[in-house]
């Protein structure tokens, strides 16, 4: 197993994947029309194409033999009315972070973060921060153990539902002692 950049030509394979573990994820708790237009709109290969040639963004991902397992996508900055309630002054949004259920219980999905990190605190951010779905017990738990903390709440639409989710911070600024 390991980490890299995704590279332009991994675009299809990552849409695949994408769909794949969102699909996976979420399946049956959320409404499949919702469901499908979330997809339709997230994980083709010309928005992951996009993505990936768009400076804005980074792709991290979790190769293993020939196969995807796992990405992270990250963007810089986001959206003001989530970075009012935090004060970083150069921000990296986590968009998406998943990892194939065949790697728990691995380390896969905390080497993945890690990579984050540093990428983070390489690229001179001074905190990270994501959205994760208040319904997802285990993602939560899973990001407060690697040094995430609660910031409030905001919304995510897929399809025509709106969702509550937590924000989540973490502030790389703070050192352990």
């Known amino acids: 197993m390991r980490i890299r950049p995704a590279l332009p030509a991994d675009a299809r394979a990552l849409a695949v994947l994408g769909e794949r573990l969102w699909r996976e994820t979420y399946a049956g708790l959320i409404p499949a029309s919702n469901l499908e237009l979330h997809l339709a709109k997230t994980f083709g290969p010309d928005r992951q ?3 990936l040639a768009d400076p804005a963004y980074r792709a991290l991902v979790i190769e293993e033999g020939d196969a995807l397992l796992g990405y992270t996508l990250l963007r810089a900055g986001g959206p003001t009315e989530e970075r009012a309630s935090f004060h970083f002054v150069n921000p990296l949004e986590v968009v998406r972070f998943y990892v194939d259920a065949s790697l ?3 380390g896969a999905a905390q080497a993945l973060m890690t990579a984050v990190l540093n990428h983070a605190t390489s690229e001179g951010h001074d905190g990270v921060w994501l959205q994760v779905w208040e319904q997802n017990p285990r993602a939560i738990r899973f990001y407060a153990k690697a040094g995430f903390a609660d910031a409030g709440e905001a919304t995510f639409r897929v399809g025509g539902q709106v969702d509550r ?6 502030d790389l600024m703070i050192r352990p002692l």
């Open 165 to 170: 989710d937590r924000l989540l911070v973490h």
């Open 104 to 106: 728990h219980g691995r």
């Open 49 to 51: 194409a996009a993505e």
